[in-house]
């Protein structure tokens, strides 16, 4: 008698003359993920919105000035769900507000704050009766330096723009009180270390002398406090007068003391390429 084989599964198959088994397997379906909730602080949406200072929208939250779908919310930190809740600002609607992108050539003698606790000159001064919402000054420039500052509501343009990694570099015109050597030159952009900060320059030129003071432009790529002063004071020269310039591709041009424009598109798109 002829003995039958077993019927061979519809899901194997015999393969060469081992009589290896192989299966075939269904490929596992792709693991499906939730899209991330993104959640910031009550404090953070206030100034994300433009509205105010994030220091500001906190003191704003802890008055009482601030409700999450109907419900007054003190904890500046409170958890907000982008897009599915609804932020009262003094009983309206939370509304963003148009970015603005401004210009200023600084004048000397003004200080880059919005308040100042000894009762010095700001230069919200150069603002006074233009009717623009609330701005802040992208970087600073100390009260004795001059020329071209950026203002804006925009805070994560302005932290792109200052952050040394991401940020454009910046020229100044510095006039100092000696002619500088070739040596002292190549030092300002090896370096020096100050206050337990290395700071240095991106490149130094210099542009004309006299018998006792010299005009240099110096490019920064980083702007820490005091940044230029500090530096020249390391190698023994001290500054008359000083000026920034450039802000990436943005000149100061014919922009007159005191006075102010908006950035156009064309200076906005060549900064978000910086």
Same mark, same amino acid.
């Given at each position: 008698?002829?003995?039958?084989?077993?019927?061979?599964?519809?899901?194997?198959?015999?393969?060469?003359?081992?009589?290896?088994?192989?299966?075939?397997?269904?490929?596992?379906?792709?693991?499906?993920?939730?899209?991330?909730?993104?959640?910031?602080?009550?404090?953070?949406?206030?100034?994300?919105?433009?509205?105010?200072?994030?220091?500001?929208?906190?003191?704003?939250?802890?008055?009482?000035?601030?409700?999450?779908?109907?419900?007054?919310?003190?904890?500046?930190?409170?958890?907000?769900?982008?897009?599915?809740?609804?932020?009262?600002?003094?009983?309206?609607?939370?509304?963003?507000?148009?970015?603005?992108?401004?210009?200023?050539?600084?004048?000397?003698?003004?200080?880059?704050?919005?308040?100042?606790?000894?009762?010095?000159?700001?230069?919200?001064?150069?603002?006074?009766?233009?009717?623009?919402?609330?701005?802040?000054?992208?970087?600073? &420039?100390?009260?004795? /330096?001059?020329? *071209? @500052?950026?203002?804006?509501?925009?805070?994560? +343009?302005?932290?792109?723009?200052? !952050?040394?990694?991401?940020?454009?570099?910046?020229?100044?015109?510095?006039?100092?009180?000696?002619?500088?050597?070739?040596?002292?030159?190549?030092?300002?952009?090896?370096?020096?270390?100050?206050?337990?900060?290395? &700071?240095?320059?991106? /490149?130094?030129? *210099? @542009?004309?002398?006299?018998?006792?003071?010299? +005009?240099?432009?110096?490019?920064? !790529?980083?702007?820490?406090?005091?940044?230029?002063?500090?530096?020249?004071?390391?190698?023994?020269?001290?500054?008359?007068?000083?000026?920034?310039?450039?802000?990436?591709?943005?000149?100061?041009?014919?922009?007159?003391?005191?006075?102010?424009?908006?950035?156009?598109?064309?200076?906005?798109?060549?900064?978000?390429?910086?």
């Amino acid at each position: 008698m002829t003995s039958r084989k077993p019927p061979q599964s519809p899901n194997a198959r015999r393969a060469g003359t081992g009589g290896r088994l192989l299966s075939r397997t269904r490929p596992a379906a792709a693991a499906k993920t939730a899209p991330a909730v993104v959640r910031h602080g009550l404090a953070r949406v206030l100034s994300k919105a433009g509205v105010c200072s994030r220091s500001e929208a906190a003191r704003r939250v802890l008055d009482g000035r601030v409700s999450v779908d109907g419900k007054l919310v003190r904890d500046p930190e409170f958890p907000i769900i982008a897009g599915r809740q609804q932020v009262m600002l003094d009983g309206q609607p939370l509304q963003a507000q148009r970015r603005i992108y401004l210009a200023l050539n600084k004048p000397r003698g003004l200080v880059t704050t919005v308040q100042d606790e000894q009762g010095r000159d700001t230069v919200y001064q150069c603002f006074d009766g233009a009717g623009l919402p609330w701005i802040a000054p992208v970087g600073r &420039l100390d009260k004795a /330096s001059e020329g *071209l @500052l950026f203002f804006s509501n925009d805070p994560e +343009w302005a932290a792109r723009l200052t !952050d040394p990694a991401t940020g454009p570099l910046k020229t100044y015109r510095v006039q100092v009180d000696a002619v500088p050597d070739a040596a002292q030159l190549q030092q300002m952009q090896q370096g020096v270390e100050d206050e337990g900060e290395h &700071l240095a320059a991106h /490149s130094v030129q *210099l @542009l004309r002398h006299g018998e006792r003071s010299a +005009w240099l432009e110096v490019v920064l !790529d980083e702007g820490r406090n005091r940044h230029i002063r500090r530096l020249l004071k390391a190698l023994g020269l001290d500054v008359l007068r000083l000026m920034r310039i450039a802000i990436g591709p943005v000149q100061l041009g014919e922009l007159g003391k005191g006075q102010w424009r908006e950035l156009n598109a064309a200076e906005l798109n060549a900064l978000g390429q910086a």
